[in-house]
T-cell receptor, first 111, second 115 residues
Framework: GDSVTQMEGPVTLSEEAFLTINCTYTATGYPSLFWYVQYPGEGLQLLLKATKADDKGSNKGFEATYRKETTSFHLEKGSVQVSDSAVYFCARRTGANNLFFGTGTRLTVIP | DTGVSQNPRHKITKRGQNVTFRCDPISEHNRLYWYRQTLGQGPEFLTYFQNEAQLEKSRLLSDRFSAERPKGSFSTLEIQRTEQGDSAMYLC?????????????FGQGTRLTVV
């Protein structure tokens, strides 16, 4: 069935390192794709989204490109900061308009 | 508007008791969702309202769970005869029906612990 598979964590990086968190999906058609972030003690927040193939979502230095050939939506950032430490969730919209989430990847950035 | 509000933030209850959670969505949003999140997992969809109509329920929503949105504004989620397996974070989200912007905004959740 439809699913979202996300790179397992935890991920620990030094400040200014390059970040990639992999996400692949299975679905019929081309669902909208999302990255949500959950900072410590806070609720889920939308980080970025892409609604169709080849779209690139970007926000706060993070980027992800909707690639239908590889059914992927990998999250990248060129230079992470301590303040990026959080749990990141990849998600896809279902036909019923709710969200199907991956299991989350915890990122810790150390100074 | 301060966003999606959930109450209480934390609830500890004894097994077998009933609990009720409340969600106040963003005021102009007509869509409201409930999700459940267990430790180390992503949120799992429970149910969805458009205005006061409950349009979809997940198989996760057993007959001990009931959700309402009587006036199309706030919503309640009740769990009857709680079990230890019900311990989780219960998240509420809301979104607009505007096709240009269907982003779902999440509340901070209600953490339920069943002892």
């Amino acid at each position: 069935g439809d699913s979202v598979t996300q790179m397992e964590g935890p991920v620990t990086l030094s400040e200014e390192a390059f970040l990639t968190i992999n996400c692949t999906y299975t679905a019929t058609g081309y669902p909208s794709l999302f990255w949500y972030v959950q900072y410590p003690g806070e609720g889920l927040q939308l980080l970025l989204k892409a609604t169709k193939a080849d779209d690139k979502g970007s926000n706060k230095g993070f980027e992800a490109t909707y690639r239908k050939e590889t059914t992927s939506f990998h999250l990248e950032k060129g230079s992470v900061q301590v303040s990026d430490s959080a749990v990141y969730f990849c998600a896809r919209r279902t036909g019923a308009n709710n969200l199907f989430f991956g299991t989350g990847t915890r990122l810790t950035v150390i100074p | 508007d301060t966003g999606v509000s959930q109450n209480p933030r934390h609830k500890i209850t004894k097994r077998g008791q009933n609990v009720t959670f409340r969600c106040d969505p963003i005021s102009e949003h007509n869509r409201l969702y409930w999700y459940r999140q267990t430790l180390g997992q992503g949120p799992e969809f429970l149910t969805y309202f458009q205005n006061e109509a409950q349009l979809e329920k997940s198989r996760l929503l057993s007959d001990r769970f009931s959700a309402e949105r009587p006036k199309g504004s706030f919503s309640t989620l009740e769990i009857q005869r709680t079990e230890q397996g019900d311990s989780a974070m219960y998240l509420c989200a809301s979104s607009s029906r505007d096709r240009r912007n269907t982003e779902a905004f999440f509340g901070q959740g209600t953490r339920l612990t069943v002892v």
